[in-house]
């Protein structure tokens, strides 16, 4: 196994620009490409069929370009102005026709949304009837990743599923020990690792946005006046969160600025990328050690997801992009590797129960917490202050650890899903 090849390969692969959220956006990225397929003149129906994970994530969050929320509006602006070539960033550069022929496709009850009867997590199939024929696309295990495409009941391409329990493809890398992998970015080239850097240029913008105008639910820019204030410290903590919970109170708004994703998220991008940033605003570190650091926090967040798949009824930013981040900041504080395990059984020692409830503007809340605790578990593994082994779900070492939060976010809390679920559609039933 070529580490340092499959590193980079592996961060090329999962740190992407997103234009929105990524489950809106796989949406309208497989009904750009169900337009894509056909030349048509009348849309008679777009079948829009989700698993309940998509549905759950994309019932309440915004969507760019309009003031909406959902993945209705999301489908149609795929059909209407957007172009699967983008990729996750399928609704950049939309127009306001655009725009309004989404809307009337949504209010012309064209859009039929339901959700699919499967196990799979990541799971979007687009059926759209015209007069021109009818086409069939599905994206399944990662939000651009099309296993189906059908044009006129001729299938152009198709590719079976192989995954793990967790709803993840097996990479060889999530094999060996975290060490092994921060030792290998170690001895990389900065220079083979500097396309990182525009994950901090992006997600930085995005959370500036939030804190010049109050956005979302402002939980930025309201701690940032509480630091201007002197009511609480200018500290790393609290930068962190504020830079964070921003960047968040920007996208779930539905602010029409792409983030950099981390491991199929955009959120997960600001959680893994935006804490090392407050790191970096407040001491002096080369870009070459920034990088390092990126790398590492982006391979342990998917790690992480590679056990408790890619949405879970956990909250990944809490429970696996603050991780990364979390190791990334004490890597940075020149904390030994037995300091870096610490840290990660710490993470996982306080925040393994924070549910998904579905992307939303309150995430901000959760994103601020997140990175509080990154910084927090951080710095009590800098000072040896770990939590010990066979203390809950924590285990003897971070890899065994990670597995058992595995087991917990799939076997353990399945039927926690279902209710999550069932409790966000009665509460839509009655608006």
């Not at 059909?79 to 609704?91: A, E, F, P």
């Not at 991008?269 to 080369?286: H, N, Q, S």
């Not at 997801?305 to 930013?317: A, D, Q």
């Amino acid at each position: 196994m070529n580490i340092e090849r499959l590193i980079i390969e592996t961060l090329k692969s999962e740190v992407l620009p997103a234009m929105g959220c990524t489950e809106p956006v796989a949406v309208a990225l497989a009904s750009a490409k169900a337009k894509e397929l056909l030349e048509y003149d009348i849309i008679d129906e777009v079948e829009i069929l989700v698993s309940p994970n998509i549905y759950k994530n994309g019932l309440c969050v915004g969507i760019p370009y309009t003031d909406e929320v959902g993945l209705g509006i999301a489908g149609a602006l795929g059909i209407t102005g957007g172009k699967s070539v983008r990729d996750l960033q399928v609704l950049e550069g939309l127009n306001e026709k655009d725009v309004i022929d989404a809307k009337q496709l949504v209010k012309n009850g064209i859009i039929k949304l339901n959700i699919k009867d499967t196990d799979e997590k990541v799971y979007v199939e687009v059926n759209l009837k015209t007069d021109g024929g009818c086409s069939k696309v599905i994206i399944q295990e990662k939000h651009n990743n099309f296993i189906h495409l059908e044009s006129n009941n001729k299938v152009l391409h198709h590719e079976d599923s192989h995954i793990n329990s967790s709803g993840e493809k097996s990479n060889e890398l999530f094999k060996l020990k975290i060490r092994e992998i921060i030792k290998a970015i170690e001895k990389i080239d900065p220079d083979k690792l500097m396309f990182l850097i525009k994950g901090i240029e992006m997600n930085e913008k995005v959370a500036e946005a939030a804190l010049e105008r109050t956005l979302g639910m402002g939980v930025g820019s309201g701690l940032n006046k509480s630091i201007k204030s002197g009511m609480i410290s200018n500290d790393l903590i609290n930068n962190a969160m504020m830079l964070t919970a921003a960047a968040s109170d920007a996208r779930m708004s539905g602010l029409s600025m792409p983030v950099m994703s981390s491991n199929g998220s955009g959120n997960h991008g600001l959680t893994t990328i935006l804490p090392i940033v407050a790191y970096k605003r407040l001491y002096e570190v080369e870009d070459e050690k920034i990088v390092k650091a990126l790398a590492i926090s982006h391979l342990i967040t998917g790690y992480i997801k590679n056990y408790t798949g890619r949405l879970s009824p956990l909250c990944g930013c809490g429970v696996a992009a603050s991780t990364g981040a979390s190791a990334a900041i004490t890597w940075l504080l020149g904390g030994a590797y037995d300091q870096i395990d610490g840290t990660i059984k710490n993470m996982v020692a306080n925040i393994s129960g924070m549910i998904c409830d579905g992307a939303k503007v309150g995430c901000a809340l959760k994103l601020a917490t997140a990175a509080s605790t990154a910084i927090q578990s951080s710095m009590l593994a800098i000072n040896n202050s770990i939590v010990p082994a066979r203390n809950g779900i924590v285990a003897e070492c971070a890899e065994e650890t990670i597995k058992n939060l595995g087991i917990l976010g799939t076997d353990g809390m399945d039927f926690t899903d279902k209710v999550i679920l069932q409790i966000m559609q009665r509460m839509e039933e009655r608006v």
